[in-house]
């Protein structure tokens, strides 16, 4: 056919669908990066925001950020405003198992192809796709032919034999334990076919990040385990929910989010999990040990538990999450073996000054989005001694805009004290060199503010630890925050009780802080940000790079120490750290 360029890939959902095609060389965050009420793409920094996804192909590389994209993939799926097909150069399992639970649980889906870097290079310019199973044909304009995606039903491949089944697994599998765990396990083994895995493992913990609400059809997943009688089989965490608890209706949270919000971590609560309700599952005593192989959901999570504990865990979707755990079972693949846990990327910085705590987040930022899914290893840091709230703030940071699940820092991180260690032996990997200029640009992106206001502080994203709160408390000890600025913490049950026998919350109740558990601010919105306020500031990469797509409000990004001057003069001071500062006079910079 004229004007018709046809390629094929690995259908990793199939089916068939055709429609506009939306096509981008940036990976995409759902959570954060897509309304999940709308289907509108709010990543403001992202080259389709503003864009709707509804009845279009959407050629992206793959997903990024968020575990939570699966959750917000099926709750499109299941409001009709998903795409109609998902196009991508590398597998994404995020994705796709959004697509997975929702057809499983709900019986509706969507085709998602894989086609390679290659093929994938040649969408651009392309106006219209159709997808058929392993088939991607593309059109310069509409076809002209009749077609409707129902004509021909594609069946997906069955569960394949040469997964290794323990006497277990086929209990399981067979409804020995129960709906929910058959139903668990029928999606855990779906995955780890995906995955090329050929046997299952056993795992000793779960964090559970589908407790986050992204729409109806994420409660009514949950309520249809409890019914079905799901219970955890490995302790298991939960991630920050999407409200206080205990304070949502004081904050003044509306109970159309509020309730079923709460409703939600009841439900994971009722299948047996601790009321943890923390991103940063690592601060708890709980936390695992070098080598133990474990089922971590939550980005910054995972990219801690991998690189800075050695635990071992893939950055496991929402849903998946919970099917391991009421399985006790993963896909023996990925990150949970040695070989890939190697580095393929190495990046090398620059000579650096006195560093403040800005740096490692900024860092974190700039070389996720260098890595893409490349694990790197970071060369130049091996007399800092960054502190565990360093690499914290590095990890949320680089898992907002990577895909990779571990990253490595020479002469700092478990698997790299001898960087030799962390790279295969005798295999070159491609380097980067980042110079001052590149994180400058990098800081101007994350400083989206075009004024010096400031009427909201947000700390705590991830969740605050004690030793933050130290911190924090030093500095705000003998002050007190203006009057129209609003500075909130959010932190874990654990930690702040925590911070309050060591005395640091009455230093900072009397500076003026508000203090919200159970939540983070990927999920806090109004009123705890007021109606009227239009700027806050916030020492999170990760919060920086999302809240203007979240709230929908212009960031200025620094230290905690600005946060604080910040939080008692309403205005950012626009000052460039000592080390940011180029020998050289650069172009006058956007914010300053």
Known sequence: MPGVTSLSGRSLVAGRAQGELLFADVGLSFWGGVDSLSGEIIDRHHPLSGQHLAGRVLAIPSGRGSCTGSSVMMELISNGHAPAALVLAEPDEILTLGVL???????????????????????????FARVEGHALNLFEGLPGDHWQAGDKPIQ????????????????????????????????????????????????????IDGCIYTGPASLRFARQLVQWGAKVRVPTTLNS????????????????????????????????????FTCAPYLLDSAPKAGEQIVWAESNAVVYANSVLGARTLKYPDYLDICIALTGRAP??????????????????????????????????????????????????????????????????????????????????????????????????????????DLLRSWRELNSARDNQVQVVSLGNPHFSL????????????????????????????????????????????????????????MLGEPVIPPAATTLMTNSGKYAHYAPGLVGRQVHFASLAECVDAACTATASGRLPTWLQPAEPLESPAHV
């Open 467 to 522: 030793s933050e709160f130290a911190a924090l408390a030093r500095l705000c000890h003998g002050r007190h925050k203006h009057p129209d600025v609003v500075l909130a913490i959010t932190c874990g049950r654990a930690v702040l009780e925590q911070a309050r026998a060591a005395g640091h919350i009455g230093v900072l109740e009397a500076f003026g802080v508000t203090l919200v558990t159970d939540t983070c601010w990927c």
């Open 332 to 437: 023996l693949i990925g990150c949970h073996l040695d070989a890939p846990r190697k580095a393929r990327l190495q990046v090398e910085l620059p000579a650096l000054g006195d560093l403040d705590d800005a740096f490692y987040p900024l860092l974190g930022y700039h070389v996720g989005a260098l890595a893409g899914s490349r694990i790197p290893l970071v060369l130049g840091l091996e007399h800092r001694q960054p502190s565990l709230d360093d690499l914290k703030a590095f990890g949320a940071a680089f898992a907002t805009t990577s895909g990779a699940p571990l990253f490595h820092i020479a002469g700092v991180t478990p698997e790299a004290i001898d960087p030799a260690q962390a790279v295969d032996a005798g295999i070159a990997i491609p380097v980067e060199r980042i110079a001052l200029a």
């Open 241 to 276: 929910i999407s409200v206080d608890q205990r304070r949502w209706r004081e904050l003044g949270i509306d109970p159309a989010l509020g309730e079923p919000a709460s409703a939600l971590g009841d439900a994971y609560m009722a299948m047996g999990a601790q009321l943890s």
């Open 156 to 207: 997906d491949d069955p569960i394949h034999a040469s997964l290794q089944l323990t006497e277990y697994d086929q209990a399981l599998l067979a409804g020995q334990h129960g709906k929910a765990a058959q139903v668990a396990m029928h999606i855990v083994l779906r995955m780890a076919q995906l995955q090329g895995a050929t046997q299952l493992i056993d795992v000793t913990q779960a964090h």
């Open 101 to 127: 639970v929702a057809q499983t649980i709900f019986a509706r889906s969507l085709p998602v192809l894989c086609i390679g870097a290659h093929a994938f290079a040649t969408l651009r310019g392309k106006a």
